[in-house]
């Protein structure tokens, strides 16, 4: 492997991590009904009893993408989760939306840049 190829490869995991690492965390409290994730919920205007199911697809969405012969579905699923994730933030006038923005976008770049045949397909 040329040096410029491993470096764009492990550049393109480290940048993947970060939607992994957040959203995995994100996930985690929800599924452990933290009282902040509660309120935050109410807030906006999703029900208590929907956390758990939120929460299992949003862990779902981010073990498919974390897995190298999934990531290319993953990351499609993760853009559905994270448009849904930015709508309600917008819908409510949060500003937080541009976190959801930003973490679909590295979810891309950290697979375009890992994944050659991603790469190879837009780069034709």
């Known amino acids: 492997m040329e040096q410029a190829t491993a470096k764009r490869i492990w550049t393109g995991r480290i ?3 970060v939607p992994v690492l957040l959203l ?3 996930a985690i409290l929800k599924l452990s009904k933290a009282d902040a994730v509660i309120q935050g919920m109410g807030h906006y205007g999703y029900p ?3 956390i758990v199911g939120i929460g299992t ?3 779902l969405v ?3 993408y974390a897995i190298p012969r999934t990531a290319f579905l993953g990351a ?3 853009t559905g989760y994270l ?3 930015t709508a309600t933030n917008v819908r409510v006038g949060d500003p937080s939306y541009v976190m959801t923005v930003l973490l ?4 891309w770049l950290g697979l375009y840049l890992r994944d050659r045949r991603l790469h190879a397909l837009i780069t034709r």
């Open 48 to 50: 208590e009893h929907l």
């Open 83 to 85: 448009g849904g994730a």
């Open 57 to 59: 697809l949003e862990l």
């Open 104 to 107: 679909g976008i590295l979810a």
């Open 15 to 17: 940048i993947s991590a």
């Open 62 to 64: 981010t073990i498919i």
């Open 24 to 26: 995995a965390f994100s």
């Open 76 to 78: 499609i699923l993760m």
